[in-house]
């Protein structure tokens, strides 16, 4: 869980706090009633080990976070287009201010708080946490609708996931990988970055063959 979430933006005291939640799932029984500082320092150390095993995926995370960042402190939403099939997405978090209202309740005068439908702004905050998973959920769902219009065999989807009749399985496995590689292969990431207002901020590449993708067997299984 803690791998899984670290592109989704969780913080280091979120993910000891996983930890002691997925404990009983494994048959960890023993933490109910103990101190649980260990789990928290095992989660943020996790943490920590992850930012220094992928640098740059974790570079990139902060960048959304960024653009997120950026565009809340200036009351707007952080908006993109996906690649290839040009979908838009609008991360609106925008909360309503509270006013007060004087009332009487059987003659007797109250101060209400309400909330001020005239009155919106974007949360910095949540621009900048909701940035990195939305920007990946968009790139998820981009994948899953190439994959739709390809692959000729029936489909059921959730969320990220595939699946189809057994006898369709290797077209589907197929076509997966190659959609997968038509949405990278031209590295949408500069548009991205330009669309997210984050150009300005340099991202260190790697060397992998978008090409390899096709050759392997147990990708996606």
Known sequence: MNVMTMVYGVTRFGSG??????????????????????????????YDTMFEAMPTSTKLLKLFE?????RGNINKSLAWRTPLVNFPVVQ????????????????????????????RKESPSKQR????????????ATHL?????????PLVTVHDSFGTLAGGMER?????????????????????LRQLGISDLEVELGDFDI?????????FL
């Not at 002691?20 to 996790?46: N, R, V």
């Not at 960024?66 to 950026?70: H, I, L, N, S």
């Not at 946490?129 to 998820?140: C, E, Y």
């Open 66 to 70: 960024t653009a997120g960042k950026r």
């Open 129 to 140: 946490t909701g940035a990195p998973p939305n920007i990946v959920h968009s790139l998820d």
């Open 92 to 119: 609106d978090y925008r909360v309503g201010e509270f006013v007060k209202v004087k009332a009487h309740f059987f003659n007797e005068p109250l101060m209400i708080s309400v909330r001020s439908p005239q009155i």
């Open 145 to 153: 609708m190439l994959t739709a219009e390809y692959c000729p065999e």
């Open 17 to 46: 706090e996983q930890i002691i939640e997925d404990a009983p799932k494994h048959g960890i029984d023993y933490l109910e009633g103990m101190d649980q500082s260990w789990a928290i320092w095992l989660g943020q150390l996790t």
């Open 172 to 192: 589907l496995h197929e076509d997966v990988r190659r959609t997968f590689i038509m949405l990278y292969h031209d590295n949408p990431l500069p548009d991205l």
């Open 211 to 219: 090409m390899e993708v096709a050759k392997a067997e147990y990708c």
